[in-house]
């Protein structure tokens, strides 16, 4: 009786034992891998990221600029560490990916972030728009919309969105079969940067997959908007074919009846 408890106890230690292992290599493997894959989508948002510091030589002006290209892969990377840091669920993740995917409307344009910090005399950068220009391959864009805070005056640090169009008049994708897209804002923009002249950025979207957003949950109510949309437009244009169509009818039958009463005399 006395072995048996004494082998019970043995067994109880043993799983305790195996229990606390498990619960200590758990404890530690799983931070490493959050902070590793933390750091692999910090790196990827990266070097998605292009920035300059101007200086009109003076001391008077002081001027930080950092543009970030919304490619599939930085997009990708940044759902990651959102969901990684606000530890959010599967269905979490996926609301904030399509929240995110709507507003860039990157089935319409091409999404950029631009920030500037201002030390020192304001900047006024209005009309905004004017100053940009994005060179796609040999095609050269303008903005199709942009964050109208950056039209006054400047002093400090101020973020916000500019969209090129992603299709030519003809339906085709500006970014088909191109290699790198070049952002020039120009040198005029601010004191410190008449220095230096024009401002270009430059990314490699070679290696990018557009094609990787279209998975997913996130992507699926997209396209169910999408598609919505399309099918309000073609009931849009029906109803208007219709109306054409109907006023030609009316017509027709004005004209065979006036036909028929000229035969009848």
Not at 16 to 23: N, Q, R, S
Request: aromatic share 10%; net charge negative; glycine share 6%.
């Amino acid at each position: 009786m006395e072995d048996l408890r004494n082998n019970s106890t043995k067994i109880r230690n043993l799983v305790f034992c195996a229990v606390i292992m498990v619960l200590c290599v758990s404890g530690y493997a799983l931070p490493a891998f959050s902070a590793s894959t933390t750091r692999i989508d910090e790196r990827i948002m990266n070097s998605w990221v292009r920035s300059g510091e101007f200086s009109d030589g003076s001391g008077a002006q002081f001027v930080v600029i950092r543009v970030t290209y919304y490619a599939a892969e930085y997009i990708e990377a940044l759902v990651r560490s959102e969901a990684e840091r606000n530890l959010w669920t599967r269905d979490e993740e996926e609301r904030y990916k399509f929240n995110l995917l709507r507003t860039l409307n990157l089935d319409e344009n091409i999404a950029f972030h631009v920030e500037f910090d201002i030390t020192g005399m304001p900047a006024y950068l209005q009309p905004f728009d004017r100053h940009l220009k994005l060179y796609v391959g040999r095609t050269v864009l303008e903005p199709s919309d942009y964050d109208r805070r950056f039209n006054f005056r400047l002093q400090g640090r101020r973020d916000g969105m500019v969209w090129f169009p992603r299709f030519d008049d003809s339906g085709r994708n500006h970014l088909e079969g191109v290699r790198d897209l070049r952002l020039v804002i120009s040198g005029s923009i601010t004191q410190a940067t008449t220095r230096t002249g024009d401002v270009r950025f430059v990314w490699d979207i070679s290696g990018d997959d557009p094609t990787a957003l279209r998975a997913g949950a996130a992507a699926d109510r997209l396209e169910l908007e999408r598609l919505s949309r399309r099918i309000n437009r073609l009931h849009a244009e029906r109803d208007a074919l219709q109306e054409q169509i109907d006023a030609i009818d009316r017509e027709l039958a004005e004209v065979n009846s006036r036909v028929d009463e000229l035969r009848t005399r």
